[in-house]
């Protein structure tokens, strides 16, 4: 008698390996906020430390799976923090206190005439609670708002930014129309759902530049008159998408970062409108989606280019590391944030906030649900919760928020957060949006020739917390070779 030894090999976290034992760790749920989509994790501690974070199974969501960012980049939470207000003096960043970096802003703010320039740039890890302070202070003293991705799309009504069809849906799509939109690095538990279509017998057509999903898809080019033809009915895939028993467009993020958003707009509401075919917008960050909902995020791009933050008198740089300052002489730069990442050297006045895993914070996902993170230890040093420092300021400013226990609301009763955001919201008139239906009136025209492709340059490095992680910077040496890098040892 003869056996064959069929050899096992389990897969270990090589950062977690032979770093503790199950029985000393202490387990807490939260969500995914690298990802849009707000996938249900596990971050398992030891005293203050992160030892390892694991897929939470939602089978409505993300069922066992999550992205390599968050699994491996929680070493990046405790390099490189902020931990002290910090005040510019004779051109050196100095240690400081909370009473008087406040004083000196609050200051600042009271002799700015209303006339002044004053403006909030917003990082994609802003809470919920956060912006609804930002939403006071944009009322009281006439703040502008803006995404740090310049983001440009109709607020008016929800179903114009969100996913429109929960992801446990996409089991009956057949045809996918990807448009400026890279799943595999936006929100790789979406491209994993339509991978599993494509394995079924879906299809996915592509309208972008080259790129690798992980599967097999029909790029159409990058031709924008080739997108005009298909929405009026004149190309190939025309007949396809209407023939087709379910499809689904989708919208990538890059279309509403270029100048000609609302032309882009305007084309693919008349797809919409005409055709019946269910259209979905791929935000890369909830931050934006919430911003939408309160209705803060100026919707012009006059004061930018290229990402670039033109002169103002106020900056007030909340989370947002993504940009550029072009920094006048009399301007004052303020940096609220975690890490002391690309902006902050180059601000006035530091703020040091907290991460998402440091507080209770709300998230709006791409469905446009409701989710949170869990308090699991305190930020470092003198860090405070974000949403506080801005309630700090205004009561310096003289201006009582009065009860916030809305904020800190249980996630049990988290239904009715989104009614909470409509009262912060001023609707526009309906008209605004008439606008938006009338296509070949001489809209089309004025779409660039500019090649779309990915608002997500590196997936591994594409925020402060990530940029901070060892793990981080080895994966994105090893799969990005577009990037120059330092030698990492």
């Not at 270029?258 to 919409?272: E, G, H, T, V």
Request: a positive charge; hydrophobic letters at 40%.
């Amino acid at each position: 008698m003869s056996f064959d030894v069929l050899k096992i090999g389990a897969l270990t976290s090589k950062p977690y390996a032979f770093t503790a034992r199950s029985w000393e760790l202490t387990s807490v749920e939260s969500i995914d906020f690298f990802d849009p989509l707000c996938s249900s994790i596990r971050v398992d501690t030891r005293g203050s430390e992160i030892m390892r974070i694991l897929p939470k199974v939602n089978n409505k969501l993300n069922e066992e799976w999550i992205s390599d960012k968050v699994r491996f980049s929680y070493d990046g939470f405790k390099r490189q923090r902020l931990s002290v207000p910090m005040l510019r003096i004779n051109g050196k960043l100095e240690f400081s206190t909370w009473e008087i970096v406040l004083s000196k802003l609050a200051n600042y703010i009271k002799t700015r005439s209303k006339f002044d320039s004053l403006r909030f740039i917003l990082g994609d890890f802003v809470d919920f609670e956060t912006q609804i302070f930002v939403k006071f202070m944009v009322e009281r003293f006439g703040f502008d708002v803006f995404f740090q991705d310049l983001s440009e799309f109709n607020q008016d009504f929800s179903h114009n930014y969100l996913l429109n069809s929960n992801v446990e849906s996409f089991s009956k799509f057949d045809v996918f129309f990807l448009i400026g939109s890279n799943p595999r690095l936006e929100s790789p538990l979406v491209n994993l759902k339509i991978r599993r279509r494509v394995n079924e017998g879906a299809r996915v057509f592509y309208f972008g530049g080259n790129i690798d999903l992980g599967y097999k898809i029909i790029n159409l080019g990058s031709d924008v008159n080739d997108l005009v033809r298909v929405v009026e009915g004149k190309h190939l895939l025309s007949k396809i998408l209407i023939n087709a028993i379910n499809p689904l467009v989708i919208i990538g993020s890059s279309v509403f970062q270029r100048n000609d958003a609302k032309q882009f707009y305007n084309l693919l509401s008349y797809l919409k409108k005409f055709s019946g075919i269910d259209v979905a917008f791929l935000q890369n960050s909830s931050a934006r989606i919430q911003g939408a909902d309160l209705n803060i995020v100026n919707l012009n791009k006059n004061n930018f280019v290229k990402k670039e933050i033109k002169s103002a008198n106020l900056m007030y740089i909340l989370g947002a590391d993504n940009v550029i300052v072009n920094k006048q002489e009399n301007d004052l730069v303020v940096y609220q944030g975690h890490h002391g990442d690309r902006i902050a050297s180059f601000a006035d006045i530091i703020l040091p906030g907290s991460t998402p895993i440091e507080k209770d914070s709300i998230y709006f996902n791409l469905e446009g649900k409701i989710y949170g993170t869990n308090f699991i230890f305190s930020p470092p040093g003198n860090a405070r919760t974000d949403w506080k420092i801005l309630k700090a300021l205004n009561e310096v400013l003289g201006y009582s928020i009065g009860n916030e226990s809305f904020l800190v609301i249980e996630i049990d009763t988290l239904f009715n957060v989104r009614q909470i955001a409509h009262m912060f919201t001023t609707f526009k008139d309906v008209s605004y949006n008439k606008n938006y239906i009338n296509l070949f009136e001489n809209k089309i025209s004025k779409l660039n020739k500019v090649t779309l492709g990915s608002s997500v340059e590196d997936f591994y490095l594409g925020n402060s917390i990530s940029r901070a992680s060892h793990t981080m910077a080895l994966a994105s040496k090893r799969f990005n070779k577009t990037v120059n890098y330092i030698n990492l040892k």
